[in-house]
């Protein structure tokens, strides 16, 4: 993690809706694409997808893509990689 990197939360303690609100809300402060990363401890951060770990690289998003779509393919890709990865999500928990 660079100080570039901006922390998201945690799947495991977090709803999945809040982390995806705060990965957007980074993504379009930038005009580039982002890359959306989840540590082996469920963490969810926003990098440069050039500088990111490739084995927690979930997925390089373009904040061209707007609000809406952002959110979608974010929240997809999260639930889809907790699930691969045996992470331990919060609505698995409850």
């Given at each position: 993690m660079s100080t570039n990197d901006h922390q998201c939360?945690?799947?495991?303690?977090?709803?999945?809706?809040?982390?995806?609100?705060?990965?957007?809300?980074?993504?379009?402060?930038y005009q580039s694409p982002r890359a959306i990363c989840v540590?082996?401890?469920?963490?969810?951060s926003v990098e440069f997808p050039d500088t990111c770990c490739e084995f927690d690289l979930v997925g390089v998003y373009d904040p061209a893509?707007?609000?809406?779509?952002?959110?979608?393919?974010?929240?997809?890709?999260?639930e889809f990689e907790a699930a691969q990865r045996g992470l331990q999500t919060?609505?698995?928990?409850?």
């Open positions: 939360g945690s799947l495991a303690r977090l709803p999945l809706a809040t982390v995806v609100d705060r990965a957007v809300h980074f993504i379009l402060d540590d082996p401890v469920s963490r969810v893509l707007g609000i809406l779509e952002l959110s979608r393919r974010i929240a997809e890709d999260l919060m609505r698995r928990a409850a």
